[in-house]
């Protein structure tokens, strides 16, 4: 690319349009920076402060607000441009070339650092170089401002997609069915954080969601895990297909013969299925690298998952919650980028087990400002029983959607079966749920707030 010629034709096209609105939008997007030639870099500094004066924008005015050395070069740049009718499209190669050249200089960084490298830091000094090209192919894919009425029609097309529901291939389904019903789906460019206490059955929920998407035709899974190893994360899709316990897959003499037909007519189900598993602890962005490669090869990707945040490998920050905030933000940049959801599970810090009511809240995320910030959705698993052995609520989930970007939180309720999530009727929990509660309630009247309410098993 002949980025003179770009730069020239842009700064022309701005003489020439002066104080309009498309030279306010590329004034407020493309940075002085972005000009390599020294002289119409000086022209663009002047038309854009200009603009900001709101004061007329001209050859002669450009002129006298320039460097001397520079001043002979503006009426020769506006006489060779004859019109300002692509001044977007130039503006859009201008901001192209100055990526190409800023992309040749962080490879020659990434080069050097790697030639640096030695065998105690090889994988720190190969995220770094990755960290750099990584960031080079978002910016190159940013875009200048649109005006409403050209993206209509790209929204009237997406509208009559929405028609067909699931069919229509915008929305992602995830097996939890009253969820499914109510938002039609998740969207495909969300992060959707799955947060709870130890026992809770946040990876299992994981592990049902993933299994859901990765049996529709068509779809393409990555499980990244950093606390289980491929094969037990394999089990756990068997289990959760069979919905039988892990205790019997690894002790299978105990398996009933129906249950290993169960557990057989699963596997099969499995060896059909796209999706992936990776067990290594890496950084954000290893693992972006790893899901982008998949995403652009045939088949695509329908959906990245990560087990779990609070052990993907940090980079240097000088607070904990500004290094978590770097790797919620990276992985919203690629579900928007690639049109690939990521499935993000969080633990939660100890406040909830000092409440009376231990559901979780937002509040209770570790460092939960960029989590509550970047995610589109907030998922709660939370099981009663974990805290009270005779509750009601026995083998009963609720599914606490904490947030959700695109439409109304809600809670969902699931059975709890042999260690696995299974749909159920939402009535007959509700109504459980509401009786427990009314119960609560009572012994909290006849004893004084003291006995099962306060949590005695």
């Not at 709870?196 to 929920?205: A, F, N, R, S, V």
């Not at 939660?348 to 910030?373: F, Y």
Request: with cysteine; proline share 4%.
């Amino acid at each position: 690319m002949n980025g003179y010629e770009f730069e020239e034709q842009l700064i022309g096209s701005m003489l020439i349009k002066g104080d309009h609105i498309d030279c306010h939008d590329i004034a407020g997007k493309l940075p002085v920076e972005a000009f390599d030639n020294h002289h119409l870099r000086e022209m663009y500094k002047a038309i854009t402060k200009l603009l900001t004066k709101c004061e007329p924008i001209d050859m002669f005015s450009v002129q006298y607000a320039v460097p001397e050395d520079t001043r002979p070069m503006v009426l020769d740049v506006a006489a060779r441009c004859q019109s300002a009718a692509n001044i977007k499209p130039w503006a859009k190669r201008v901001r192209q070339c100055w990526m190409l050249r800023k992309g040749q200089r962080d490879l020659m960084q990434a080069a050097s650092i790697l030639s640096e490298a030695g065998p105690h830091d090889i994988n720190e000094k190969i995220a770094e170089a990755v960290a750099l090209i990584s960031g080079l192919t978002f910016e190159t894919s940013n875009k200048l401002p649109r005006k409403i009425a050209d993206i209509l029609p790209d929204y009237l097309d997406v509208l009559d997609k929405r028609y067909d529901g699931d069919k229509s291939g915008l929305y992602l389904q995830v097996g939890i069915t009253p969820l499914d019903e109510k938002y039609g789906g998740f969207d495909r460019t969300d992060l959707i954080v799955i947060a709870g206490q130890p026992g809770m059955g946040k990876t299992e929920l994981a592990i049902m969601m993933a299994n859901h998407i990765g049996s529709q035709r068509g779809n393409r899974g990555l499980f990244v895990s950093m606390e289980m190893s491929d094969v037990q994360i394999v089990e756990r899709h068997v289990a959760d297909r069979a919905c039988l316990p892990i205790s019997k897959l690894r002790n299978p003499l105990t398996l009933e013969e129906y249950e290993k037909d169960k557990m057989h007519a699963c596997i099969g189900g499995l060896i059909d299925q796209e999706n992936y598993v990776l067990d290594a602890t890496l950084t954000v962005d290893e693992i972006i690298n790893h899901a982008e490669r998949m995403a652009m090869e045939d088949g695509g990707l329908s959906f990245l998952a990560i087990d779990y945040l609070g052990l993907v490998k940090k980079g240097k920050a000088e607070r904990n919650d500004l290094a978590i905030a770097d790797i919620t933000r990276k992985l919203k940049s690629f579900a928007l980028k690639n049109k690939v959801p990521v499935l993000l599970l969080s633990q939660l810090n100890r406040k909830a087990a000092e409440r009376g009511d231990k559901r979780p809240i937002i509040q209770d995320l570790r460092d939960s400002g960029s989590i509550e910030q970047d995610a589109d959705v907030i998922i709660f698993p939370y099981r009663e029983e974990v805290h009270k052995e005779n509750t009601p609520m026995k083998g009963i989930a609720e599914i606490i959607v904490a947030k959700y970007r695109s439409g109304e939180p809600t809670t969902a309720y699931m059975q709890w079966v042999n260690g696995h999530f299974k749909n159920m009727d939402q009535v007959t929990a509700d109504n459980i749920k509401r009786s427990a509660e009314q119960a609560v309630s009572t012994a909290e009247q006849s004893s004084g707030g003291s006995g099962w309410a306060k949590g005695k098993k």
